[in-house]
């Protein structure tokens, strides 16, 4: 039996995943990774279209599973520590977390754990819940990934001395299912990513008062009706989802205009009406025939 | 007397393993139609050569039946011909290549593309469960979203037992479906 399962979010959407270590009661860890283009292609299921190949790069998150249920989530890019997941759901003062960090740097977040119970920092709960928070955030944020590596390894549990809270999966794809349908509302918005975007008449004035964050400032800053959005996204590293609700925004902020691409889009399939054919049904007596004769074969 | 042919039909994604299939099975060499493809086209890279007809292979069962087995050609732009293989068939395989998450959905599609040509019993193929990166087939079937009334059976298309007992699992059906 393989211990992996490997593959891209491309092809399986992470809300797919979930419902897979759900079903199958799955225990292993969920480890998503930056994509690696290899410079080959490879050639999809149609035999036809092509696109290249990427395979696991760097770790970007993981999710652990006992017997399928959520138990664990990390982000690498974010600071995983119980210190400062207390800190951010306002279970530990400013203070108390700079003292913590200071003092129990090297301490596990089980070690920690005791130690705050103990100091009576919080309670129990508190870390329950604030871990819950945390790991829900991370799993709700991947639901919006869509074509990082992954591998899903079974029997992995996650880094020793971290602390584990069980979590049922149905409830967490049925609210990132929501989350995804709004998304999905955005692609209806903005189908086309090979469009352009150009700043309106006078957008001087709009872009002082609004306040813009990092990830919006970057795509403002490759705005030119030569870049396509997803050339855009490719610059800035975000996923088409990414992209779009970025985008969006800031149509609906009348901060830029959408330009029209140069070239027409690829053409589209066109199918065939379907026709049923007669069908005269086999007999009893040919089929056991067939199946006699292939078992001696 | 005269001869009655039956035919089933092998399905799936390119390079599933349809070919290796049939070949693993047929009494005869299966014919397909080969074109040559030149070294520098990409499909080269995947495997040396590419269906670009069908491929056709045969099981006598005595003087007055023959079984044909007929593997759909790789490429959708030859699925004009799906309709017209599809038609009498007793039943259908679905080859699905279980390394390669990135043709499941293209498997699905083909699958029901399938299933709506002709309400005939079909079985799904988990092929080359004998490379390390296979999916499961269990697993498979939750990915796929294949109905638990539909038998998703492992293969290796190379193993002419296995080639057997898909076959042997997709004629069961069949007669299932008769008895109901
Ligand atoms: N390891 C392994 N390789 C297989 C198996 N079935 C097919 N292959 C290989 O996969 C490639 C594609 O198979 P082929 O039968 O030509 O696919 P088709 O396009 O569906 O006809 C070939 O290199 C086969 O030798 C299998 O069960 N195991
Ligand atoms: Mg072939």
């Known amino acids: 039996m393989p211990r992996q399962l490997r593959g891209t979010l491309q092809d399986l959407h992470t809300t797919q995943l979930l419902h897979l270590i759900n079903l199958a009661k799955k225990t292993g860890s969920l480890k998503l990774f930056e994509g690696v283009a290899t410079g080959k292609d490879i050639i999809m299921g149609d035999g036809e279209t092509k696109r290249p190949e990427v395979v696991p790069g760097a770790e970007r998150a993981r999710i652990v599973f006992r017997e399928g249920k959520l138990v664990y989530a990390q982000l690498t890019e974010r600071d995983n520590h119980l210190a400062t997941i207390l800190h951010k759901a306002n279970k530990l003062n400013d203070q108390q977390y700079r003292v913590i960090r200071e003092r129990a740097a090297s301490a596990t977040d089980k070690a920690l754990a005791l130690l705050l119970i103990n100091a009576n920092y919080v309670s129990q709960v508190d870390i329950m819940q604030s871990i819950q928070q945390h790991t829900l955030e991370i799993v709700y944020d991947l639901m919006t990934w869509t074509r990082e590596p992954f591998i899903f390894e079974e029997g992995e549990m996650p880094p020793n001395g971290r602390i584990t809270v069980p979590i049922e999966l149905e409830n967490v794809i049925i609210q990132g299912t929501l989350r995804m349908r709004e998304l999905d509302q955005l692609a209806k918005e903005l189908p086309n990513l090979d469009f352009a975007l150009r700043f309106p008449e006078a957008p001087g004035e709009k872009l002082k008062k609004i306040q813009l964050g990092v990830e919006e400032w970057r795509v403002v800053s490759f705005i030119n009706p030569k870049n396509s959005i997803r050339q855009i996204a490719k610059a800035c590293n975000m996923t088409d989802m990414q992209i779009r609700k970025i985008v969006y925004g800031l149509l609906n902020a009348g901060l830029v205009e959408l330009v029209k691409p140069q070239e027409a889009p690829s053409k589209s399939q066109i199918r065939r009406a379907d026709s049923k054919p007669n069908i005269t049904p086999p007999q009893r007596p040919v089929i056991t025939k067939l199946i006699d004769r292939i078992k001696n074969l | ?180």
């Open chain 2, 1 to 180: 007397m005269a001869t009655t042919t039956v035919k089933m039909v092998i399905t799936g994604p390119y390079a599933s393993g349809k070919t290796e299939f049939i070949r693993s099975i047929s009494e005869i060499d299966v014919v397909s139609t080969e074109k040559e493809v030149t070294p520098d086209t990409y499909e080269a890279t995947i495997k040396p050569e590419t269906t670009v007809a069908m491929d056709f292979g045969r099981i006598t069962i005595d003087d007055e039946l023959v079984l044909y087995l007929f593997g759909t050609p790789g490429q959708r732009r030859f699925d004009f011909m799906w309709e017209i293989l599809a038609e009498g068939m007793l039943g259908f395989v679905v080859m699905v290549d279980s390394t390669k998450p990135e043709t499941f959905r293209e498997a699905k599609a083909i699958l029901e593309t399938f299933r709506a040509y002709a309400p005939t019993p079909y079985v799904v193929a988990a092929n080359k469960q004998d490379m390390d990166d296979a999916w499961p087939a269990e697993d498979l079937r939750i990915a796929l979203r294949i109905e638990d009334n539909v038998k998703l059976l492992p293969c290796v298309a190379k193993d002419k037992d296995k080639v057997k007992a898909v076959l042997l699992e997709l004629l069961y059906s069949i007669l299932e479906e008769m008895d109901t």
